[in-house]
């Protein structure tokens, strides 16, 4: 299973679903599961029940995405390295791609964008800033790749995954060479 981290507004569900075409992969999007499980948006819930609430709902959702492995490529929501539950189970059970774009890129994309609870601020360039700051360390430490998914088009950031999964593949496949015995 291959699953994307990353910022919100960075990617992970439109590049996920180009890279589980090119793959031949099922695509799942665990912020899409949520909603199903909740029958209402994430905003919606979020404003509601709080964020501690809505975490608790997005880590059991996850743990129950990566035991079944059903999909091949998951895109999960922005916050799902914030508990260091999801981080381990993340890392032990996927091979985990940070999709990481800086906050100046992402708010060039989503500044419209309304459904995003966290950034529904006075000044959400700054949260974004605020969240990269916290989040960006914990995105390397579950992953076991990183891509700029900032610059050039979805199809482009795919191949670079892509690139990334092959060598990945070649370099557990190639055993070391060892010495001729004399």
Known sequence: MIVLVGMPGCGKSTIGRHLARRLGQEFGDSDAVIEQRLGCSIRSYFDREGEEAFRDVEQAVLAELLAQGAMGVLATGGGAVLRAANRAALRQVAQVVYLRATPEEIFRRIKHDQRRPLLQVANPLQRLRE??????????EVAHSTVDAGHGTAQMVVNLIAMQLEQAQWAAGAAPATPASP
């Open 131 to 140: 969240l990269f700051a916290q989040r960006d360390p914990l995105y390397r």
